[in-house]
């Protein structure tokens, strides 16, 4: 029989071929037929690209996620469905799935999950703690597994008596063969969490306490009406479910690679900073949910690919991670990659409201491993993973041995940093060399918090554009911040839009100071500074020439009109600074530099790409590439919008919901002043990638800036993501 266009009998995402390697499966269909229908599972669609799983996902008028769209009371989004609670809200649809969402988004909030960080901390500890004196473990038994419940149940305010009884049968039902003992238990041990859901609603009904369930029972919905058993019974299985295997899954696998990537682990290890962006990268490369399903509601086409109403459309998250048409090489694990448009977390409605809390889950396990058992090495021989990666990826075993060491001093155990956002106000914007400007920044009031030479600021810009800049002043001077900005025309707008608008008394949003570029103790250092990139090296200068270590700089610049702190630099280093303006002198040869320093000299490189390339290439053929350490801020992976940030005018947005008009200056950005009036706002990555904070439009004329909406979507004006979008009328009315 000739198969029929867009036809692909053979898929199958749950395939011994699939599971073995899920990003090459999808990869060949991709390539080959990246939308098309198979047979297996009783029939649907299948999709790979990331623009189509992204679009579907999206749509929640055209693709369903509700069972009474399948005809079937089982699971509905999963392929094939099965058996199991109601899973409230993403077995719903808008807007029936409104009300849940905002039930549970306030307990979920980045503040919200601040405020759980040392729990978090002191359930890590402990369970390192109960092997680390042994030299061995299992990562998922011992750490993987029962921290992530300990926490969500400890959370919702399960007695601990129940952590073990319930987090079990979760992990049970995806790592165990279908039809298996194990499957059976699995399935028994969720009749088992319903029974005890539905004892600890009716006790929080009774008496109140300080946990996430008296929140969610004493709650009411829009009707007034607080909500019932049943309701809470599928919102809290949710929350259990959501907050246990797949953070399980998620550090297991990242786990697994850093035993495998011995130097991303070292890397990790000297810049524990860097875990941060890393987290967005493993989520990319590992997401623990490999796919979901949607139901099609009315005849439509998906990439060309007719699709019929009822049928059924599977998304996978994994392949549209992998995608090489918005993250390049995305088979490699890049850990300074900004992989924020990753659909992990999924995207639209139904995005994983507790985003926040996994990740802090993920980095409080990952920097106890790195920080208490660094040599670990996984026996691969004893790794199991799940019988199926179709539906969720993970590892059921993963033993691993390393040097034993001493439990944890409960009086110094400390939760991993917060992410957090806080403002600073500009204190003076100054000229520092041609095209460059250098800031300084103040806390409103205290003092600004500790940072190392080589750390540098995330900056939010008045238009939503984040940037990150070097600190280049004293580590002493805890009055102030100070980071300078090469204007370039050609780039992405953001130096343009700080030149153009920033000034003496704006407020700027700031995270960090974060340091991928720390400064290791050495007895002797070279320094190679090109261009703007002289401005971590000036803080290194400082810090090394104060405790009297050996040292060299080579300043490289195209004039030395240019080249910005050269004075400053000067003073510190004397007649251990060589100055190579371009036009003078030419171009450095940096073999030559590289090859006259002793074995002893730790090599800091920071400037333009083709500069750091050569220093690289010149320490590969000298063999010294352990001793060089390079910094360098690249843009990510997406086209920002273009627009003139000057054009920016104050507006009012109206509050539907709630009936409240609050005014958005030009040099603020609509989240910002919603935020203000509405503490459990859903939001994450504010680069307008994620769709966390997508909002309906009910009037005015959105002006869109995010990389999300289609043409078509923005022409319609229905909905606008509000972290980086603005207004071209005088109001804006959103269903807040």
Known sequence: MTQQPFSHQTFDHHSAECTADPVA?????????????TEAHGGFVYTTRYADVSRIARDDDTFSSSREATGVDAVSIVIPSGPGLAQYPIELDPPDATGYRDLINPLLTPAAVDRLRPMIARHAARAVDAFI????????????????????????????????????????????????????????????????IRELIRARRAEPAADAVSALVTARGADGEPFGEDELVSVIGLLIAGGVDTTTSLTGSVLVHLSRNPDQRRRLIESPDLLERATEEFLRAFAPSQSMARTARTGTEVGGCPVRAGERVLIPWVAANHDPAVFPEPERVRLDRDASRHLSFGIGSHRCAGAHLARAMFREMITQVLTRLPDFQVVEDGLVGYPSSGNQKGWDAIPATFTPGPRASSDRITAAPSNAAYEMTVTGAEPAADGVLALTMAPADGEVPDWEPGAHLEVRLPSGRVRQYSLCGDPRDRSRYRVAVLREPDGRGGSEELHALVRTGITLGVRGPRNHFPLVDAEDYLFLAGG???????????????????????????TRASMAFRDELAALAGDRLQLMPQDEAGVPDLRAVLAATGPDTAIYCCGPTGMIAAAERACDELGIRARLHVERFTGDDSLEVAFDPALNTAFDVHLARTGRTLRVPADRRIIEVV????????????????????????????????????????AAGRTMMICVGRCSSSRLVLDL
Not at 700 to 712: I, K, N, Q, V, Y
């Open 675 to 714: 935020r203000e009036a509405l503490p459990g706002l859903s939001y994450d990555c504010e680069k307008g990638y994620c769709g966390a904070c997508e909002t309906r439009v009910l009037g005015g004329e959105p002006e869109h800036r995010d990389s999300l909406l289609t043409e078509e979507e923005r």
């Open 25 to 37: 499966y999808y990869a060949s269909y991709r390539e080959s037929c990246p939308v098309g229908r």
């Open 133 to 196: 004196e042994h030299g061995s473990a299992d990562f998922v038994r011992d750490l993987t597994n029962p921290v992530p419940a300990a926490v969500t149940l400890d959370w919702l305010g399960f007695p601990e008596a129940d952590w073990a009884p319930l987090a079990g049968p979760i992990h049970d039902i995806f790592a165990a063969p279908a039809g298996s003992e194990r499957a059976r238990r699995g399935a028994e041990g969720l009749a088992y969490m319903e029974q005890r």
């Open 532 to 558: 703007i990139g002289v401005t971590p090296i000036l803080a290194m200068v400082r810090a090394v020439s104060r405790r009297g270590a050996g040292f060299r700089v080579l300043y490289g610049g195209r």
